[in-house]
């Protein structure tokens, strides 16, 4: 058969059933169309054009091919490729990049049928393709841009600017993100790379008596198969607690359905997943314990023996002041039982990782080149984890190796909002690798990713709030329990993170809070965007407008009243002491607020940096590789926020080096360590780090040109070693974080109870980046919108209902709103230029807001999530005249 594939005629002789997406991605070498759910059909990621239509590749066999014409964004003709990457950087359309080729492609299509697209008629368009970082609206605007440009043969200028702090400046290295062209780990091949595929439990809880690995070993093109046994080091990993094993060993038990038992490495992808269906595991299947509030009681049977106590993976409680005075004296007093729900994270980049033997750099990642290679390293892995650091010490400890003996280059992934701070298949990778002596991918399905990686804690709060006759609040008490699942991560974090923010933005004088994280057989639960935080504020948000509602008070009024401000105590404690923005949030949403009928109204806090006691750093180097050439190198994750531009833009401001000398890259090869990429904290701590490399450079640069100061390094580094414990640690005042983003928004309906308008007003300190800093709200707020009324991973018996994405409730084009972005800029004492994390804090206070409008529309208060909205009446047809 031949079909044209980008103008060229071409000849296929292959299996007819054979996907186009893997063929462009295998055979033909395009990998600009992205698998991100294959064969799901669920995200579009894959969309290419077929005889000028926008076509999913994933499901799309090769039989129907003959004679058409396939585009994909290499055929698109220098102009278009000039025009929708421009536009789409222009407009920020483009944040971790994973799925915009796949929207570029939709685009094309609509436009060469109409170059005059409304917003609506994008939005439709755009119904097969998922995004889950800009919350679609920055991406309507690029391809509005795009279509005029078309339409009028005019081309994009590339916006430009001196890169300094509060610049509109271009996202780095963007524009080929846009085309696909910018490689994730999935689409880098090496010569002579293996593969290897996971054979999971069956069961959530079982106990193994055999593993037989005979007849896959046998299969022709299988390499080896790996059991926990061929582990050379401590298979028992973790970020905080060790108590996940790499993968279970013959008379151990399993903990939920996502634990692996056995490796697979073959030739090439088919051979290795057709081979793990032959590895023959005999289990003595148990009884799973799956309630959480069942699992903490004394006699429950224990979950993870690496917890051999009881199941109650930690308890975190802040108390003071006096309870029960405060109730006796208030003068109302509300209290609710409030349940969250296990959330999937959809990042649109399946994991993947590659490990090869040594320590030098493949050529081909000219974005990550080194200087020199690292000839101590016995294996290099290319990882899109969220804290290569972290990934090192694992993959290390796992492998019997020393940190110097293990190199992690990190390759910007295509999201993680959370879902890839722990360990997946790099370890794996590594282990094969090093053991075989050849480079060796592996990756995760969309159903395996939904099967094995940590989710969003689904919590059971009950709440009790207090005010006097004049609306103060007088006091909360809370109790928070959630479901960890099977290992720790970071679960016992994320129920702190509750206690620490019980009170929401408001100060409360007397407290009593406490949060239960509890090991069940269900899938873990780990970090996701709001760690807790969205959890406690959706059940806080939703009493207060209960009080107002008892005691008669002005909802945006109480809000105000109560709001932090200097002096302000947290929940835990903390006296805030500066760049308190709440009610300069509120006052800017005062008068939207007032002109409808059916708003919700809820306000956020959110903490900047790990805290609690942890000692939390970033250091960074500057290295003058020549004239034109500056090199960053520092240690957090780039997936989609700007991290690498908070880097270029605070280079640019401190020494006025043009933006387009300087290259950003994270190799722990030059051990500019930092920890997980999480909690908001990259900006402060790389920034602080970036002002400090950057302090002798500057000076240099007072009498020496950058040619005369190629060769020469520059280190930084800023940390905070004073932050406590939830408590009155020791004797000392708590200070459980260094710094705190604040918000308000309304979610506003129309007059069927349906979303009309989202006004998010934002305290971000500094606003770095504006169209950055809008689009990290834009797709906050999509989440939050999701997470408050549609997306919900169903677990029965220990497993996922559904692992198809589609499932999973995420909203798509047509089904968001309008937002308005309102930024505030109450400068933070500590962060760089006053700036503060706002990763997180877009959609803290959205489910609250959302569960706040529902009520103002039928009167019924909603303590379960999601919320689904009203059925929309249908209007009935026109009477004929």
């Not at 103008?7 to 395009?30: C, H, N, S």
């Not at 060993?249 to 692996?260: K, L, M, P, Q, R």
């Not at 800029?825 to 409008?853: F, Q, R, S």
């Amino acid at each position: 058969m031949n079909f044209i594939l980008n103008g060229t005629l071409t000849a296929y002789e292959g299996d007819p059933e054979q996907p186009l997406l893997t063929y462009l991605r295998e055979t033909a070498g395009i990998v600009s169309a992205k698998d991100g759910c294959s064969p799901q059909a669920a995200c579009g990621c894959c969309t290419v054009q077929i005889n000028g239509k926008g076509t999913l590749a994933c499901i799309t066999p090769m039989k129907k091919l003959e004679g058409a014409a396939i585009i994909t964004t290499e055929g698109l003709g220098e102009f278009r490729q000039q025009v929708f990457a421009n536009s789409f950087v222009n407009c920020g359309g483009v944040q971790c990049g994973f799925c915009i080729p796949g929207m570029v492609m939709q685009a094309n299509a609509l436009i060469d049928k109409n170059n005059t697209p409304s917003r609506d008629e994008i939005a439709t368009a755009l119904q097969p393709n998922l995004c889950r970082c800009t919350g679609y609206v920055k991406i309507v605007d690029a391809i509005q841009t795009a279509a005029k440009a078309i339409r009028t043969e005019e081309e994009v200028p590339l916006k430009d600017s001196d890169g300094h702090v509060g610049a509109d400046h271009p996202k780095y290295d963007s524009q080929n993100l846009v085309l696909g062209f910018r490689p994730f780990v999935d689409d880098i091949k090496l010569p002579g790379m293996h593969f290897g595929a996971l054979r999971f439990s069956d069961h959530p809880r079982a106990k193994v008596l055999s593993i037989d690995t005979s007849a896959a070993a046998q299969m022709q093109g299988v390499t080896r198969v790996f059991t926990a046994a061929d582990i050379p080091g401590d298979r028992v990993i973790g970020l905080i607690y060790q108590d996940w094993p790499m993968m279970i060993g013959i008379g151990e038990v399993t903990n939920y359905v996502g634990d692996v038992l056995a490796l697979v490495v073959a030739e090439n992808e088919t051979i290795a997943r057709k081979a793990t269906e032959l590895v023959k595991v005999e289990y003595e299947v148990l009884e799973p314990m799956l309630d959480m509030h069942k699992a903490i009681l004394p006699d429950a049977p224990i979950v993870n023996k690496y917890h051999p106590a009881n199941n109650i993976l930690t308890r975190s409680a802040v108390k003071r002041g006096d309870v029960d005075k405060a109730r006796a004296e208030s003068a109302h007093v509300v209290r609710g039982q409030y349940q969250t729900q296990w959330i999937e994270h959809g990042f649109m980049e399946p994991e993947s990782a590659i490990a090869y033997p040594g320590g030098e750099m493949v050529p081909s990642l000219a974005f990550a080149q080194a200087e020199t290679n690292n000839n101590q390293a016995k294996v290099t892995i290319l990882s899109q984890g969220q804290g290569v650091f972290e990934d090192r010490k694992q993959i290390a400890k796992a492998l019997g190796l020393s940190l110097e003996e293990v190199r992690v280059v990190l390759i910007p992934n295509g999201g993680g909002f959370g879902g890839k701070e722990d360990l997946t298949v790099q370890g794996h990778a590594a282990l094969a690798a090093h053991l075989l002596g050849i480079p060796v991918k592996v990756k995760l399905t969309r159903d395996e990713s939904i099967m094995m990686h940590p989710k969003r804690h689904p919590v059971w709060m009950d709440y009790e709030i207090g005010c006097d006759n004049t609306g103060l609040f007088t006091f909360v008490k809370v109790r928070f329990v959630g479901d960890s699942g099977a290992y720790a991560s970071v679960g016992a974090k994320v129920l702190e993170r509750c206690v620490g923010h019980a009170t929401s933005a408001y100060h409360v004088p007397v407290v009593e809070s406490e949060a239960i994280a509890a090991y069940t057989n269900n899938v873990p639960c780990g970090a996701m965007r709001g760690f807790g935080v969205n959890q406690a504020t959706y059940g806080f948000e939703s009493l207060v407008d209960e009080l107002c509602k008892l005691g008669n008070f002005d909802r945006w009024q109480i809000r105000y009243d109560n709001a932090m401000t200097i002096g302000s105590l947290t929940a835990t404690g903390q006296v805030l002491t500066g760049g308190v923005g709440t009610r300069e949030t509120l006052l800017a949403v005062k008068d939207e607020f007032y002109k409808h009928k059916f708003v919700g109204i809820a306000c956020g806090l959110k903490n900047t940096g790990a805290g609690n006691g942890l000692y939390e750093n970033s250091k960074v180097r500057i290295f003058i590789a020549a004239p034109d050439r500056v090199v960053a190198d520092h240690g957090w994750t780039e997936m989609g926020q700007g991290v690498h531009s908070v880097v270029l833009q605070t280079i640019c401001t401190e020494t006025n080096i043009p933006p387009r000398f300087i290259q950003v890259r994270v190799d722990t090869k030059y051990e500019q360590s930092a920890g997980m990429t999480t909690a908001s904290r990259a900006t402060a701590l790389v920034g602080n780090g970036t002002i400090a490399a950057c302090r002798q450079l500057k000076e240099d640069l007072k009498t020496h040109s950058l040619a005369d100061l190629v060769g020469r390094e520059y280190f930084g580094e800023w940390g905070v070693d004073w932050t406590t414990k939830p408590g009155h640690e020791n004797g000392k005042e708590p200070k459980t974080h260094f710094s705190y983003s604040y918000a308000t928004q309304l979610v506003i309906l129309d007059d069927d109870g349906q979303l009309k308008k989202v006004v998010a007003a934002h305290d971000a300190g500094k606003i770095y980046n504006p169209t950055l800093f809008e689009g990290q709200l834009e797709g906050s707020i999509h989440m939050g919108l999701g997470y408050a009324i549609s997306e919900e991973l169903v677990m029965e018996n220990g497993r996922a209902k559904s692992t198809m994405l589609r499932k999973c409730g995420i909203l798509r084009a047509k089904e968001m709103p309008e937002v308005e972005v309102i930024g505030v800029e109450c400068a933070d004492p500590y962060g760089p230029y006053g700036a503060k994390g706002v990763g997180e804090i877009g959609l803290v206070p959205t489910a609250g807001a959302v569960g706040n409008a529902l009520a103002q529309f039928d009167g019924v208060r909603r303590t379960t999530l999601p919320m689904k909205l009203p059925k929309k009446v249908k209007a009935p047809p026109p009477k004929k005249a």
